[in-house]
T-cell receptor
Framework: AQSVTQLDSQVPVFEEAPVELRCNYS??????LFWYVQYPNQGLQLLLK??????LVKGINGFEAEFNKSQTSFHLRKPSVHISDTAEYFC??????????????????FGQGTILTVHP | DTGVSQDPRHKITKRGQNVTFRCDPI?????LYWYRQTLGQGPEFLTY????????KSRLLSDRFSAERPKGSFSTLEIQRTEQGDSAMYLC?????????????FGDGTRLSIL
């Protein structure tokens, strides 16, 4: 079984300051990693994903994340945040579970979420 | 790309009643997932369809829950004899392809409140 731990439940930060949201995962196999953002009363929007290759991945809205296999981490960063970045952020891993049809079905296991609050 | 659509957005019902939610995935997506999100938690996987076949169900999906995707397009999730613990946001997601690395696109969810 896989698990995801987001180390901070809430992160307050001032506008234009840098931010890092931390994510650690546990898995006995290779994983795919994702960061999603959720605004109030809305679904999840994909920010970025790590599948393979370069360990630094860039996403939408100026976010980036670095995959560190030895530390089993996938921390999300942004050099300068805006008020509009206030939201809840979820780290997720893709399960390599095999479905009844013999295909890898990609169940996502999510962390508990980090609420980012950007103050003016 | 009109996105994943879920209906209704909110549902308030009394304990013991049955409820049904609908999800319309992105039109060409063959995979469809249901998740449940309780307050202060990340979403938890419930079930998964590839086309019309339901290929995986979580242990979270008790006998009171049933999901269908009759023609491989829209899906419904029904909860019978609702309980207080069923109060949550129910999220639907869809993706395209055969591999687990394809990103899932989420709808805005149905928020269920049990009185």
């Amino acid at each position: 079984a896989q698990s995801v731990t987001q180390l901070d439940s809430q992160v307050p930060v001032f506008e234009e300051a840098p931010v890092e949201l931390r994510c650690n995962y546990s898995s006995s196999v290779s994983v795919y990693l994702f960061w999603y953002v959720q605004y109030p009363n809305q679904g999840l929007q994909l920010l970025l994903k790590y599948l393979s290759g370069s360990t630094l991945v860039k996403g939408i809205n100026g976010f980036e994340a670095e995959f560190n296999k030895s530390q089993t981490s996938f921390h999300l960063r942004k050099p300068s945040v805006h008020i509009s970045d206030t939201a809840e952020y979820f780290c997720a891993v893709s399960d390599h579970g095999i479905d009844a049809g013999g295909t890898s079905y990609g169940k996502l296991t999510f962390g508990q979420g980090t609420i980012l609050t950007v103050h003016p | 790309d009109t996105g994943v659509s879920q209906d209704p957005r909110h549902k308030i019902t009394k304990r013991g009643q049955n409820v049904t939610f609908r999800c319309d995935p992105i039109s060409e997506h063959n995979r469809l997932y249901w998740y449940r999100q309780t307050l202060g938690q990340g979403p938890e996987f419930l079930t998964y369809f590839q086309n019309e076949a339901q290929l995986e169900k979580s242990r979270l999906l008790s006998d009171r829950f049933s999901a269908e995707r009759p023609k491989g397009s829209f899906s419904t999730l029904e909860i019978q004899r609702t309980e207080q613990g069923d109060s949550a946001m129910y999220l639907c997601a869809s993706s395209l392809g055969q591999l687990s690395n394809q990103p899932q696109h989420f709808g805005d969810g149905t928020r269920l409140s049990i009185l």
